[in-house]
């Protein structure tokens, strides 16, 4: 059985289940970081030093760490279709967009705009810091609009691991109240996924738990 700890409102949890539901593996979630504590147990270091979540339990394996690495994983060990293709030129292809979107979507969004607008009270917020934050993402959302253009998934004509990277920040991405730039590819594709069933399961959760007011 695999076993992931984290709780359903954290974005790294998210991309972790989603990719579980998408591969339709039997799991277990519990609970865990923020208001549901276990993180800083001595238990759970032991587990993953970071103190953070997701962390993935299985059987025969030590404990593993980074939502990156633990999707690989799972795509690595439980999946022989073109979401995670065999052939090693396509899997390069569709590990550029996964990383890409790593690196340029979800961490320029979660922190510098999703912390500073929901996980900041409204007194406190800084507009014009998360303006500029929201100027570099939509150059980077841009490139994804064009990529999208020409292309029904992130890395090409099917769902890949490169979708659950990108696609699990766009609910926050559209849901929360900020500036958005418009994107229609992002935007026919973002509906796309919102009519997914595995999607809203694991990614269209309430953040509600997390916002900060005055
Ligand atoms: N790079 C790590 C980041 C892990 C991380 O920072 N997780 C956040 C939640 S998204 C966390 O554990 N926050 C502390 C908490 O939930 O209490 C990953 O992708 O797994």
């Known amino acids: 059985m695999i076993k992931i700890w984290g709780r359903k409102s954290s ?15 039997p799991y277990e979630r519990q609970d865990a970081g923020f208001k549901y504590g276990v993180i800083d147990t001595p238990e759970y270091l032991e587990l993953n030093p970071n103190g953070t979540v997701p962390t993935l339990v299985e059987d025969d394996l030590p404990a593993l760490w980074e939502s990156g690495a633990i999707i690989r994983h799972l795509a690595n060990r439980y999946c022989d279709t ?35 607008v929901v996980r900041t009270a409204p007194s406190k ?55 958005r730039q418009s994107l229609p590819n992002v935007e026919r594709y973002y509906s796309m996924l919102k009519s997914r069933e595995d999607y809203q399961r694991s990614v269209m959760i309430s953040y509600e738990e997390l916002r900060v007011t005055d």
């Open 82 to 116: 073109d979401f995670w293709p065999g052939d090693a030129v396509s899997r390069a292809l569709v590990d550029q967009w996964a990383e890409w979107s790593k690196i340029n979507i979800a961490l320029e969004f979660t922190s510098p705009v999703f912390w500073k």
């Open 11 to 25: 974005s790294n949890v998210q991309a972790v289940v989603w990719c579980l539901e998408i591969l339709q593996l």
């Open 125 to 179: 917020q800084d507009p014009v810091a998360i303006a500029a934050a929201l100027k570099s993402l939509h150059v980077k959302l841009a490139i994804a609009d064009r990529q999208l253009a020409s292309n029904e998934y992130l890395a090409g004509p099917h769902l890949t691991l490169a979708d659950v990277q990108f696609g699990h920040v766009l609910y926050r991405y559209f849901d929360i109240d900020i500036e």
